[in-house]
């Protein structure tokens, strides 16, 4: 036998030892040995762009650094040590990719127990996890997510947008759930790791991105309604086109006037999983009569404007630009913190405060804003049967093109970031 086959033998019979209880949650310290040792197998079979794929991975040490706690309740994080990085292309068909699931390689795991200590973090291969019926996140909610996304430059490399700002936004979420949080430091380390273990999963230069999605759930089991002794620190990612299949392309909204996204005093200021949960309905109903999202109103006067399921809201009305001040009721966007930013850097004068029906059905221009929509143009907004449509190219208002296109070149590192938003990696 020769010495190659006899690699590929010994490879082979690594691999073979793997089941599919070894992608629970519970053994993944047990194999992280062999994680770093051997190219792990696939969650699910997908496509490859050839069979070197399969050879070698890279294997890099990152350093280890101190982190300090942000609140009593908060863990004391430590770094993942290693990580690996396959540099190829996955064969997708890029050109039709849409918004869903695509099953990668890796996720990267940390806990945090009753000690308020995170473990390290490690990468594991991507799938299942092993979860206690009585889990806090199962039974009282008590979790949190992200989104962000990575973009590949044209030289190949492979930049992020504004990472620091989605773990201080679960910092902020973690102390209204009674939750420890991984701080800045891991979060962002944390999230370039998972990155660089799945980089041949992102789209090649304007294909596409790579949504990353880091979650913090209460892991430990609970009877009684009370913080889960245990959480767990996830983050996984998903190649992705258009959230809207519309793509840069005028969506259709409707005013939900009977069911509300949030009330003072509640959550939906923060990033918390149930917020998400109660838009289903109101939005299942929407999308049956033809419509793209459901613009949702304030839950005392009912007449000023909250913001979409997912993405907030813009009105244009002559050379000002207004969005519904964040009073506790509507998510921080971090594409709504950068149009804003944006639009202010190019002269634009922008209004934070509350902002009306009678406003939006007679501004000049209207457009959303979310880490995965990026911008969107809306071309038409029915209320109480009435429908209100916005001029533009093609649908499109000039306001809306000017800042997709000034934000996407700067995500995609086709424009230069004087913000110092974007993190390069490798």
Same mark, same amino acid.
Request: with cysteine.
């Given at each position: ?18 089941? =599919? ?15 770093? %040792? ?12 050839? =069979? ?47 918004? #869903? ?26 799938? =299942? ?5 009585? %889990? ?65 999963? @992102?789209? =090649? ?5 790579? +949504? ?15 913080? %889960?002794?245990? +959480? ?49 309905? %109101? ?12 613009? +949702? ?17 813009? @009105? ?18 971090? *594409? ?25 059905? *007679? ?7 979310? *880490? ?12 109480? #049967? ?9 649908? @499109?208002?000039? @306001?809306?093109?000017?800042? +997709? ?22």
């Amino acid at each position: 036998m020769t010495a190659a086959a006899a690699a590929l033998a010994s490879l082979l019979g690594q691999l073979l030892k793997y089941s =599919p209880t070894d992608m629970e949650l519970g053994l993944a310290s047990s194999r992280s040995a062999l994680l770093t %040792a051997a190219a792990p197998p696939l969650a699910s079979p997908r496509p490859r762009s050839s =069979p070197s794929l399969q050879i070698q991975n890279h294997i890099y040490s990152m350093p280890a650094l101190s982190h300090k706690a942000h609140t009593p309740l908060a863990c004391q994080a430590s770094l993942a040590t290693k990580y690996m990085e396959t540099p190829e292309i996955v064969d997708l068909d890029w050109e039709n990719l849409g918004f #869903g699931l695509v099953n990668t390689d890796f996720m990267y795991m940390a806990k945090c127990g009753p000690d308020g200590n995170f473990s390290k973090g490690e990468m594991v291969p991507f799938g =299942p996890i092993a979860l206690s019926p009585s %889990a806090g996140v199962l039974n009282y909610g008590q979790g949190l997510f992200e989104g962000l996304k990575a973009y590949r430059k044209t030289d190949g490399s492979v930049l992020l947008f504004r990472p620091k700002e989605n773990a201080i936004r679960m910092i902020n979420g973690s102390d209204r759930m009674c939750m420890p949080a991984p701080t800045v430091e891991q979060f962002v380390d944390a999230v370039k790791l998972t990155v660089l273990a799945n980089k041949r999963w @992102v789209p =090649p230069t304007g294909k596409g991105s790579l +949504y990353i999605r880091p979650l913090l759930i209460g892991s430990g089991a609970i009877l009684g309604l009370a913080p %889960a002794p245990e +959480y767990t620190f996830i983050i996984y990612v998903s190649p992705v086109g258009n959230y809207f299949k519309e793509g840069l392309a005028p969506i259709n909204l409707i005013i939900e006037d009977n069911f509300h996204r949030a009330a003072p005093g509640g959550t939906g200021g923060v990033k918390t999983i149930g917020n998400y949960a109660s838009v289903l309905k %109101a939005q299942r109903t929407a999308k049956e009569k033809g419509y793209s999202d459901v613009l +949702y109103l304030d839950a005392v006067h009912n007449k000023y404007l909250e913001e979409v399921s997912s993405c907030n809201i813009f @009105v244009v009305k002559g050379n000002t630009i207004c969005t519904p001040a964040l009073e506790g009721t509507i998510l921080p966007g971090i *594409t709504r913190k950068s149009i804003i930013e944006v639009a202010e850097s190019k002269g634009c004068k922008v209004e934070e405060r509350p902002v009306s029906v009678d406003e939006l059905l *007679t501004a000049d221009e209207v457009f959303c804003t979310g *880490t995965a929509v990026v911008v969107s143009p809306v071309g038409s907004i029915t209320y109480l #049967g009435k429908r209100v449509e916005y001029e533009g190219n093609q649908g @499109v208002g000039a @306001v809306s093109q000017q800042l +997709y296109t000034s934000l996407t070149s700067l995500q995609m590192g086709l424009a230069e970031d004087r913000m110092g938003w974007t993190v390069q990696l490798n």
